[in-house]
């Protein structure tokens, strides 16, 4: 194998993994207002499984996000309540 068919075979393979895997881990999301927004930002340090395995009540969900928030999570302040209400949704304390 060349040089650039190796190089090209190997790219190809990290890519198909990459987009393999966020399809993946988008599909553990319930669709909702505010399902973009957890998909995206909240996938940057850890995987969805620390979210979906976290029930809890929306004040819980508050106190998450404000840690997430000094971690150093990108969201807008506009955004931190869709994000709050959409995790409060759909992962509320079980019962
Ligand atoms: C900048 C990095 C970063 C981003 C982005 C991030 N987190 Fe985290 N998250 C962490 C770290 C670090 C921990 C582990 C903290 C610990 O164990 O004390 C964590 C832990 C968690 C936990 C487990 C908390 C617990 O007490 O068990 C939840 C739930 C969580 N994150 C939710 C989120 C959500 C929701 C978002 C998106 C709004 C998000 N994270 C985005 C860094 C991040």
Redesign the pocket.
């Known amino acids: 194998m060349s040089w650039f068919k190796a190089t090209l075979w190997f790219w190809v393979t990290v890519a198909t993994a990459a987009v393999a895997f966020s399809a993946a881990q988008e599909a553990k999301l319930p669709d909702g207002e505010g399902k973009d927004l ?1 998909a995206d ?2 996938t ?3 995987s969805l499984d ?2 979906v395995e ?1 029930r809890t009540s929306k004040a819980g969900w508050e106190g ?2 404000k840690q ?1 928030l000094a ?3 990108p ?1 807008e302040s506009e955004e931190i309540p869709v ?1 709050v209400n959409y ?1 409060a949704k759909n992962f509320g304390p079980r019962n």
Do not use: A, D, N, P
């Open positions: 957890v930002r909240c940057i340090c850890h620390r979210i976290t998450i996000v997430m971690e150093g999570v969201l994000v995790l």
